[in-house]
């Protein structure tokens, strides 16, 4: 699967261990950055990550920063995208399952290595149901964004 991957300073440290987490379990990655603990402006990088996400609607998006709180504000508010903020198991699969999310965040500076590798899988070995009910909702969704100016 291809995985767009950004973070901002925050998020940085806790990166590279996801980046080599998801290469080795045969996944396609694609970096946004950031490339240091140099301050960033979240936005920029999340903006970058959704647009990659946007032009595949098989790649999954992962955020990272300090609480994961901002990117995934900044997600949601682009265009094709539903962002989900999880810091635990159920959340992870279940956003995908129901809501059919397409990029998660997750804060750096509340999950340690294992629980984002544990995070990271459960998201990606998602898939959207088939259930009318899970279908309806998420196109309702889209009528919700498309409503907006």
Known sequence: MKVVVGADHAGFPLKGTIVEHLESMGHEVLDYGTFSEEPVDFPVITKKVCDEVKKDEDARGLM??????????????????????????????????????????????????????????????????????????????????????
């Not at 901002?70 to 635990?88: P, T, V, Y």
């Open 64 to 149: 990272i920063c300090g609480t994961g709180v901002g990117a995934s504000i900044a997600a949601n508010k682009i265009k094709g995208i539903r962002a989900a903020l999880c810091h635990d198991i159920y959340s992870a699969h279940q956003c995908v399952e129901h809501d059919n999310v397409n990029v998660m965040a997750i804060g750096a500076q509340i999950v340690g290595d294992k629980l984002a590798q544990e995070l990271i899988d459960s998201y990606l070995q998602a898939r959207f149901s088939t259930a009318s009910e899970f279908r309806r909702r998420v196109q309702m969704l889209s009528e919700l964004e498309n409503e907006q100016k």
